[in-house]
């Protein structure tokens, strides 16, 4: 279980796409969320490079966590309803590290960036926009 998420979140985490791809949550505080993922054989394509929907899939769930620790009082969830990544650099192994951050956390959207980088070296620039998600009346 992901120690640094709050239970609630970690417990959400448990057999889902980010909890079978490695996704560990580093830390998490007012300025967005710190996460890492060890590169395996299984995140890479069949040219032996890191496969594009593994960094998409840490950077969105980098920003998809933020949102949920950060969704307005009496919002139910959220959803994705836009991204882009523009894609710098690959690697085959060693260990992804993306921070999110929050560039606008409103009451109908949120918006994030992410940086996901190896080495030392940047990756990718990841931003979304989450929907928030309200109970129906």
């Known amino acids: 279980m992901n120690k640094s998420l709050p239970p609630e979140i970690a417990t959400r985490q448990q057999g889902t796409l980010p909890d079978l791809l490695g996704v560990e949550v580093l830390s998490v505080d007012g300025n967005g969320l710190h996460a890492a993922l060890d590169i395996k054989p299984h995140h890479l394509a069949p040219n ?29 969830s959220f ?9 710098l650099g690959t690697a085959r192994e060693g260990r992804l590290e993306c921070t999110a951050k929050p560039v606008h956390l409103g009451r109908t959207t949120q918006v994030w960036d992410a940086t996901v980088t190896a080495a030392g070296k940047t990756l990718a620039l990841f931003r979304c926009t989450q929907m928030v998600l309200w109970p129906k009346a």
């Open 48 to 76: 032996g490079y890191l496969h594009a929907a593994s960094i998409v899939m840490l950077a969105d769930t980098s920003c998809g966590y933020g949102c949920m620790l950060n969704l307005p009082q009496g919002a139910s």
């Open 79 to 87: 959803t994705t309803i836009e991204l882009k990544s523009n894609h």
